[in-house]
Structures are given as structure tokens and as C-alpha cells.
């Protein structure tokens, strides 16, 4: 009896986590009648790919998605290249300004990000790289709390698998890579996962340095593309759930290598 409630609790609320989600799906194949009748559609009453139709032949669509694509991948790795040897540097070294630098780290995490908003405006425009990838990508690589989740994580590691692999001849690169990359790959993975969400719906800093509609992202880019304008909104809908889909890829990929490696980690215990 418990087993069934627990169940139908689970199944009750994955509902209302992914109501949204369907009647989004749903929505996408409205026609325009079919948001303006009288009582409330959750089912369309003539579906049809039109909207989709609609959604993937504006000239701009594609290259939105494929920007915000491109940008969130290289800034949930690059992140990832920053906070791997930065954590690997905390938890193995001893070195003098080792408890400053971990306190001014901490303290980053109480500045809002719209403080330095115009900041990293001025320096990316006084770089001149406005328009262009880098100016998307680059105040996003660095993450303090990416940094100290990992640092958490390493702290745990024990240390003498860092002497045994230095005995053994490794240098701190070889053993940041063969070593500890792996053992951390959950964390790794869960980083670049929040990172790539997070990045993907970023909307007013792409808006800030971006001018061009082919460096626009999606997220700015649905703004523009003029459906609900134009009475369109079931077109509206297909875009959003067009862009659903790297996010499907990601989590799908994800969850698969971090059950992975939990699984590698218990066999290895």
C-alpha cells in the first residue's frame, strides 16, 4: 500500500512538473482559432506541422538556435577547463595566501551580477569583440560556485593517491587528467549541465552585446522573430519546443554518464 501511494505521488507530481511541457507540445499544433475560442483548448482541434512549418523557415531562426547551441557548449567547457585545475590548485597545494584567496573566492559569491554588468560591458567593448562569440562567452567561464562545489568534492579524494601517482612519475597535468578528471566526472558533468542551462537562457547580457540578428541568441531571437505579433502563436509555441530539444540531449546524455560513473565509483568502493 505504501509502494502505491509513493507512485502515485511520484507520478502525480512528474504531472505538474511537466504540464508545462505538454500543453506546450500541444499548443504547438493550435491553430490560430484555436487560441482565441471561446472555452480553452488542451488538444488541438486541427493539427498540423504548419506551425513548425512556419517556425523553421524564418531566415533568422536556425542561426539563433545554433548560436545559443555553440556558445552554451564552449562555455560549459571552457567553465569546466577553469574549475578542474583551479579546485585541483586549493585542494592539493599548500602555498601562502592559500586561506585569502579562498575567502575573497567566497566573497564573489555575494556580488549580484547586475553590479558588474556594466563593467564587463566596458571591457568587452573596450576589447572590441562586441558581436562576436567571445563577448557571450567569456564573463561566464569563470563560476565560484562551480569552483567550490568542486572543491568539496576533491576534498574528500584521499591524498596519497596524489603521492602515489607523483611516485610513480606522473606530473601534476598527467594526474589532473588520468587521474583526477575521472574520478570527478559526476561533478564535472553536473557543472557543465548548469552551465549549459544557464547559458542557453541567458537573455539581457546577449541582448547587451550583441547587434547583429546572426550573432543573436535564441532566447533574445524569440523575442524578435514576430509571431505573436502577427497572431501567430501556435508558431510561437513550435519554436519554443524546437529549442527544448539540445536541452533534451543534454540532460538525456547526462544523466546516462553520471549513472555511469556512480556506478563505476560503487564497484571500485
Known amino acids: 500500500m505504501n509502494r502505491l501511494i509513493r507512485i502515485l505521488l511520484t ?18 499544433f493550435f491553430s490560430p482559432i484555436d487560441f482565441t475560442d471561446s472555452y480553452a483548448h488542451m488538444l488541438p482541434s486541427d493539427p498540423s506541422f504548419r506551425n513548425y512549418g512556419l517556425a523553421l ?39 601562502r595566501g592559500r586561506k585569502a584567496l579562498f575567502i575573497m573566492l567566497l566573497s564573489t559569491l555575494f556580488i549580484p551580477s547586475d553590479a558588474i554588468l556594466y563593467e564587463n560591458y566596458a571591457t568587452i567593448a573596450s576589447l572590441r569583440l562586441l558581436d562576436t562569440y567571445a563577448a ?58 548548469q552551465t549549459y542551462i544557464s547559458s542557453f537562457n541567458s537573455y539581457l547580457w546577449p541582448l547587451l552585446v550583441t547587434n547583429r540578428d546572426s550573432m543573436r541568441t535564441v532566447q533574445v531571437g524569440l523575442t524578435m522573430l514576430g509571431f505573436a505579433e502577427q497572431g501567430e502563436r501556435g508558431a510561437q509555441f513550435a519554436s519554443i519546443m524546437v529549442i527544448t530539444i539540445p536541452f533534451l540531449i543534454v540532460l538525456a546524455f547526462g544523466r546516462k554518464v553520471i549513472m555511469k560513473s556512480l556506478s563505476r565509483g560503487r564497484d571500485i568502493i
Not at 578528471?181 to 549541465?193: D, E, K, N, T
Open 136 to 193: 557571450i562567452i567569456l564573463p561566464s567561464v569563470f563560476s565560484a560556485s562551480a569552483i567550490l562545489m568542486l572543491y568539496g568534492a576533491l576534498s574528500s579524494l584521499d591524498k596519497d593517491v596524489y603521492d602515489a601517482a607523483r611516485i610513480d612519475g606522473a606530473g601534476c597535468l598527467r594526474y589532473l587528467i588520468s587521474i583526477l578528471a575521472p574520478l570527478s566526472q559526476p561533478y564535472l558533468v553536473a557543472i557543465a549541465i
Open 57 to 95: 523557415s524564418h531566415r533568422h531562426f536556425l542561426r539563433y538556435v545554433m548560436n545559443s547551441t555553440i556558445t552554451s557548449a564552449l562555455t560549459a567547457a571552457l567553465r569546466i577547463m577553469v574549475t578542474l585545475p583551479a579546485a585541483f590548485a586549493l585542494t592539493h597545494f599548500t602555498f
Open 11 to 28: 507520478l502525480m507530481l512528474a504531472l505538474i512538473v511537466l504540464f508545462p511541457l505538454i500543453y506546450g507540445f500541444s499548443a504547438s
